[in-house]
């Protein structure tokens, strides 16, 4: 249960820091919460990662199914914000990033639809899809995971400078294009917690309780973290980018790791286990749905934007809930479709 509270602490971190990015016109309040939160994605690679690790050897066919249904799971979903899509306005497709980078409306409606799936992006977190069944291939090939955390750590290091000196030198924000490439489709950045984790669990684990170094190690990134967000959030007036790919984003990450196996003794709750054993779920569904709701009620009602952020978070939580009750009506095969699981 500890470690599905885990999952679940980090996957609701997540929703409520998307929340906050969307629903509030001034972030400088909330910025030392989303640096605190932001290398939750990391560690949940890195416990995705200590999972395969811990089933051995893995049978090639075995892992492109695994992979197939995935990807079926993600098509439903994107399928569904797809179509919803194309009944409202602009502001209700914010999440929508296929459609800002690549100018998709002037495309034919099924070749916009084929554009948006496989290319994971019809919203911002859909593109984790592909670094998912990116991994599960991996695993099956590589045989010295600490081998190739080596080279990724190196990759993921130099590349992360870079991204902390344009953020730190440059007067104007990298275009959706280049900065897509620079960032969250750098596959080099998700293979690094995905074998260390792998690493960690053919090595046992990390035994050893954070002492003082660990400590002072964490909040001298922590503190450099938040240094480099209030500077990018002067400067371009958002955090894109510089949320998880920065350098000291990457070492605050490595930092965190350390801490996992505290927070296992901390947290056990049943909501958090529930959250976390159906993680997958919460991150695919949660945008761009919750925005759509926030849009549509502040259009209605003149919504509050600071309860707005709860309305989304509390949103996520019930539709959720929702779908897990009524997927038990459904047949096997269309229930793990919906819940990929």
Not at 71 to 98: K, R
Not at 305 to 325: Q, S
Request: hydrophobic share 55%; charged share 15%.
């Amino acid at each position: 249960m500890y470690r599905e509270s885990v999952r679940g602490f980090l996957i609701f971190l997540v929703i409520t820091s998307h929340a906050i990015l969307l629903g509030l016109d001034d972030l400088t309040f909330w910025i030392p919460f989303l640096r605190l939160a932001s290398p939750s994605v990391f560690l949940m690679v890195y416990m995705f990662g200590y999972s395969q690790g811990k089933k051995g050897e893995r049978k090639p066919k075995i892992v492109a199914l695994k992979a197939l249904r995935f990807f079926v799971f993600y098509s439903f979903w994107a399928s569904v914000s797809f179509v919803i899509y194309c009944f409202l306005g602009d502001e209700y497709q914010l999440p929508y990033i296929g459609r800002q980078v690549m100018n998709l409306d002037k495309m034919s409606l099924p070749l916009r639809y084929s554009v948006t799936i496989f290319t994971f992006s019809g919203s911002w977190q859909y593109y984790f899809v592909f670094v998912i069944i990116l991994l599960l291939l991996f695993s099956c090939l590589v045989k010295r995971p600490e081998r190739w955390f080596k080279i990724t750590a190196t990759v993921t290091l130099a590349k992360s400078s870079l991204v902390s000196l344009w953020f730190l030198l440059s007067d104007g924000f990298p275009s959706p294009l280049l900065g897509v490439l620079m960032t969250y489709f750098n596959p080099a950045y998700w293979m690094v917690p995905f074998f260390l984790g792998w690493k960690h669990a053919l090595s046992g684990g990390v035994r050893r309780k954070p002492g003082m170094k660990e400590f002072l190690l964490y909040f001298a990134f922590f503190f450099l973290g938040l240094l480099e967000f209030y500077n990018s959030y002067a400067k371009f007036g958002r955090l894109v980018g510089v949320d998880q790919f920065s350098l000291s984003s990457v070492l605050l990450a490595f930092s965190c790791v350390r801490f996992l196996p505290t927070l296992e003794r901390l947290l056990n709750s049943k909501f958090l286990a529930k959250l976390g054993r159906f993680s997958f779920l919460v991150f695919m569904v949660h945008l761009p749905f919750q925005w759509m709701v926030y849009v549509y009620l502040r259009e209605l009602t003149g919504l509050n934007r600071y309860f707005g952020v709860a309305v989304m978070v509390a949103f996520t939580l019930l539709f959720v809930e929702a779908v897990l009750k009524v997927s038990r009506f459904l047949p096997r095969p269309l229930r793990k479709a919906i819940l990929g699981a």
